[in-house]
C-alpha cells in the first residue's frame, strides 16, 4: 500500500492520540497553578505529530529523517515533563494517568527511531546523504519520477517491516 498522506500513517496517528490524551490530562486541576507546565506539555505532545506530518510533506528523505529526530524529541521532552508530574505530591491522583500516558509517548519514540534507522540504511537517500559516487549514478541512470518512485517504494517496504506500525502496542 502506498501511502500519499500524513493522516494514512499508523505513527501519525499514535502521536495525535497521544496528543489528546496530554490535552485531556491537562484539563485537571492540578495544571491551574501550572499554566507553563500545561502549555509546555501540550505542546511538546502535538510538537510529535506535527513534525511527523511536516517531514512527510517536505518530499525528501533527508528532510523526513530531520523532522522524525525532531518528533522523537518531542516525544522524550513530553516523557520528561510527565515525570515531573509523577514526581508532584500534588499529582498522586493522576499516577495511572501518567504512567499509561509515559507508555504512549515511549511506544512513539521508538517507532520513530525505527523508522528512522531504516531510513538512514536505505540506498535511496536524499543528495545530503549520497556519496559522489552513488549521486553521479543515481543522477546518469535515473529520471526524476524514477527517483521519486524508488523513494516511495522505500517508505512502502519500512511499513512492510512494520517500523511504523503502532495500533497493535497501543
Excluded at 130 to 151: D, V, W, Y
Aim: net charge negative.
Amino acid at each position: 500500500m502506498k501511502y500519499e498522506r500524513f493522516e494514512d500513517l499508523s505513527i501519525w496517528k499514535a502521536a495525535m492520540d497521544l496528543a489528546h490524551s496530554v490535552y485531556r490530562l491537562t484539563h485537571d486541576r492540578f495544571f491551574t497553578q501550572r499554566i507553563d507546565l500545561r502549555n509546555q506539555l501540550r505542546h511538546a505532545a502535538l510538537s510529535v505529530s506535527n513534525n511527523i506530518a511536516e517531514g512527510f510533506e517536505r518530499g525528501s528523505t533527508a528532510e523526513l529523517i530531520v523532522f522524525l529526530s525532531i518528533a522523537r524529541g518531542s516525544a522524550g521532552e513530553v516523557r520528561s515533563m510527565l515525570h515531573f508530574v509523577d514526581r508532584s505530591p500534588e499529582a498522586d491522583h493522576l499516577k495511572s494517568d501518567v504512567s499509561n500516558l509515559t507508555s504512549v509517548a515511549e511506544s512513539c519514540s521508538r517507532h520513530i527511531r525505527s523508522w528512522t534507522e531504516k531510513l538512514i540504511s536505505t540506498d535511496i537517500k536524499s543528495q545530503h546523504f549520497l556519496s559522489n559516487q552513488t549521486q553521479s549514478k543515481l543522477e546518469t541512470n535515473l529520471h526524476p519520477q524514477e527517483f521519486h518512485q524508488q523513494i516511495h517504494e522505500v517508505v512502502k517496504n519500512a511499513r512492510g517491516h512494520n517500523y511504523i506500525e503502532t495500533e497493535k502496542e497501543l
